[in-house]
């Protein structure tokens, strides 16, 4: 049995692929050329469970995505008070390549360039090489793979890199930058040219929201007081002059990069990425915020309207000791606390996984306190799968948490019977067996 997730998000690609509005990053040469049709969208669990839809195992360099990522490489090596003493975190309400510093002469924020160029420069090592060294290996940890740099982009991002430079002279003649201008600028291009997925970028965002440890490798790659500074500037500063926009309409914390991607994360639930070339006149995008701005709806992710913590709402899964009487045998379901998105994948992955062999299945609902719309949307595709394979399906529901205006409503009424309890349920199974209604 399929997971419902991954066609929800193909449903949410599809919804989204039509829009051709946008540019390339035309001021670099070799994102000027690339492929603007791609489209991916990935979503990763606190456990390294992924689920995508499009071309998310499409290989992009991930730009300015990495400066969350070296901020917070630079705040684990160096602490966060001395790495404050060089770079601000208050929005600049400027575009990502304007010399933006303060009334001290740092950046303003980490996820500008100016900032990012700063962050960089604190990364151990002397030479270029030597940080970026330590650059990698902290991405493919976060990623929980080894990632490689696309070499022509770094080249040809190099051979436009005035402005960057002239960013860099600044700051280092105000005492901001912790190394030569030439060496903080080649590592902070090279950095932008590592190749990623947009698995890669959901899987890195659930390291953040995870509070710092590695959903795959389960790795300790920084610690929770880091991870929540940077997720708290990606949430002020990380969508550049267009902040103020994405906290109002999406409300995670996330960063975006020229090259088409967008990583986000929901604390303490789930890393979401997007990927598409197209960009808006901000530098983010199009594609990516409309699916970022679709999912943070759906799934209730905005951090304003904090849904109730999701308890483990599988307490118990019997299929292979199965629940017998007279009539039959069951596989029994019982869910407990409150469904929200979070709460169900769990739910559908576990039954989905369960290989079932009994004539019924019982989906118990009688502890659970609440269930959000789109928990009780995936919660219907895995009961109408049961069905398609001819299983008889009761949901026990007392508190009509999944009604049966609901089961109607999902497609399922004459396949799933609605009962307040255990007892009414083997009543109704009863009677419909001796009307040959299952046999």
């Known amino acids: 049995m399929r997971s419902p997730i991954q066609p929800y998000l193909q449903n949410v690609l599809d919804s989204i692929a039509e829009r051709t509005d946008g540019e390339l ?9 690339v492929d603007p049709a791609p489209f991916g969208i990935a979503i990763s669990m606190l456990d390294g469970q992924t689920y995508a839809a499009g071309d998310s195992d499409l290989p992009f360099t991930i730009q300015s995505v990495a400066k969350a990522f070296t901020y917070a490489l630079a705040i684990r090596e160096r602490g966060l008070e001395h790495v404050l003493e060089h770079i601000g975190v208050e929005p600049s309400g400027d575009a990502f390549n304007r010399i933006s510093v303060d009334d001290r002469g740092r ?26 060294a330590e650059v990698l290996q902290f991405l493919s940890a976060c990623a929980g793979r ?8 770094f080249a040809s991002e190099m051979d436009t890199a005035y402005r960057n430079l002239g960013i860099a002279n600044i700051l280092r003649a105000g005492g901001a930058l912790a190394a030569e201008p030439t060496v903080a600028v080649e590592g902070y291009v090279r950095q ?37 500074h940077v997720l708290s500037v990606m949430t002020t500063c990380g969508m550049y002059d267009a902040a103020g926009d994405w906290v109002s309409a999406v409300g ?32 983010n995008s199009v594609r990516a915020v409309a699916a970022c701005e679709r999912l943070s709806r759906d799934l209730g992710l905005h951090l304003m309207r904090i849904p109730e913590v999701g308890h483990l709402a599988v307490r118990e899964a019997v299929t292979n000791t199965s629940v017998e009487n007279d009539i039959g045998s069951a596989a029994y379901f019982r869910l407990q606390g409150t469904i929200d998105f979070v709460a169900a994948e769990t ?34 595709e895995v009961l109408g799968a049961f069905c398609s394979e ?43 067996t001796e009307q040959g209604l299952e046999p």
């Open 25 to 33: 990053a035309d001021y670099i040469p070799e994102l000027a050329q």
């Open 107 to 132: 950046p303003a924020n980490p996820m500008i360039n100016a900032g990012a160029i700063a962050a960089f420069a604190l990364v151990p090592g002397e030479s270029a090489e030597e940080k970026f």
């Open 146 to 153: 080894p990632l490689s740099v696309a070499e022509d982009v």
């Open 192 to 228: 932008s040219s590592v190749l990623v997925t947009t698995e890669d970028l959901a899987v890195m965002g659930a390291t953040l929201a995870s509070g710092g440890v590695q959903p795959v490798t389960r790795e300790r790659v920084i610690d929770e007081d880091t991870a929540g």
């Open 252 to 283: 995670f914390p996330a960063k975006s990069g020229v090259g088409g991607g967008i990583v986000g994360a929901s604390p303490g639930r789930i890393g979401i990425a997007a990927f598409s070339p197209r960009l808006d006149r901000h530098g």
């Open 347 to 380: 739910v559908v992955r576990r039954m989905s996984s369960e290989s079932v062999s009994e004539r019924y299945v019982v989906v118990d609902l009688a502890e659970v306190i609440e269930a959000k719309s789109v928990a009780l949307l995936m919660l219907s």
């Open 390 to 432: 001819g299983k008889y399906l009761y949901v026990i529901d007392p508190a009509g948490i999944y009604s049966a205006a609901d089961i109607e409503a999902h497609g399922l009424a004459g396949r799933v019977q609605h009962v307040g309890s255990w007892e009414e349920g083997e009543r109704v199974a009863r009677e419909r």
